[in-house]
């Protein structure tokens, strides 16, 4: 079964363009409640933490200094079948690919800038939204 709990971080990108609040009303119209919600600015050293399951990758050290470059806002949304649901919103992770309306084709720049991360199963979602948000700032 599914699960009804997501993650999420709007990326430096969108934030400093000013539009953490258009992406949360696309959010919050597509029914997703905002059970945690932070900004917050990451180290490299927390970024490196959060993508450490990408070390090897050859993109991991720009994308470390990407996340570490701005502030993000860090969320934990609700909604039934939440993780494929919200994949669907946030749309391809290029935004050339992304389809019409979806948060990456609307306000994502590129594929490194792509405004928005959304957990890919229930297991990561349960992680991610650990690592920044201890039991009592979840309800």
């Known amino acids: 079964m599914a699960g009804t709990r997501t993650f999420t971080m709007i990326k430096p990108d969108a934030y400093g363009s000013g539009n953490t609040g ?5 959010i919050e ?4 409640g905002i059970k945690a919600m932070k900004l917050t600015h990451l180290s490299a050293g927390r970024a490196g ?19 570490s470059s701005g502030p993000i806002v ?5 909604k039934d079948n939440a993780v494929e649901d919200f994949r669907k919103l946030i749309g391809a992770t290029n935004p050339a690919d992304a389809a019409e309306g979806t948060i ?4 994502a720049t590129s594929i490194e800038a792509n405004a ?3 957990s890919d199963s229930d297991e990561n ?7 920044f948000f201890s039991g009592l700032e979840k309800f």
Request: charged share 25%; net charge negative; hydrophobic share 45%.
């Open 22 to 26: 258009a992406i949360t009303k696309m």
């Open 29 to 32: 119209e597509a029914g997703f």
């Open 49 to 67: 933490q959060f993508y450490a399951v990408h070390k090897e990758r050859p993109f991991y050290n720009d994308l470390v200094t990407y996340m």
């Open 74 to 78: 860090a969320m934990i949304l609700e």
């Open 104 to 107: 990456r084709k609307i306000f």
């Open 116 to 118: 928005i991360h959304g």
């Open 125 to 131: 979602a349960e992680i991610e939204g650990s690592f």
